[in-house]
């Protein structure tokens, strides 16, 4: 079974940075969906960076503040993000699929999901 880990979450205030790291079991794709989402209290999961295919996708908010790298050789999917703001308070998700390898933005594609980091920035 694939399993992924999130951890280097954390509380930060506005114009800080975090790195956040998704260790994944079990999963030996390079080329399948593997992503960050984040969801905030009552808003709706966002996607906010994804891998898939040799592309990489940003959502327009974090465009610029965060880079997402994958290292299949180690199977992890690192989250920097910089220039943090209050908006960028959620729990965040790494996700993967085992079956996709387009179509990376929609997380309906996503079949594993880990169980998340909080980050809080104030």
């Known amino acids: 079974d694939v399993q992924l880990v999130e951890s280097g979450g954390g509380s930060v205030q506005a114009g800080g940075s975090l790195r956040l790291s998704c260790e994944a079991s079990g999963f030996t794709s390079s080329s399948n969906c593997m992503g960050w989402f984040r969801q905030a209290p009552g808003q709706k999961r966002e996607a906010v960076a994804q891998?898939?295919?040799?592309?990489?996708i940003y959502a327009d908010s974090v465009k610029g503040r965060f880079t997402v790298s994958r290292d299949n050789a180690k199977h992890t999917l690192t989250l920097q993000m910089t220039k943090l703001r209050p908006e960028d308070t959620a729990m965040y998700y790494c996700?993967?699929?085992?079956?996709?390898?387009?179509?990376?933005?929609?997380?309906?594609?996503?079949?594993?999901w880990g169980r998340g980091t909080q980050v809080t920035v104030s």
């Open positions: 996700a993967a699929s085992t079956v996709y390898e387009f179509g990376c933005l929609e997380h309906q594609r996503y079949n594993v």
């Open positions: 891998t898939g295919d040799g592309t990489t």
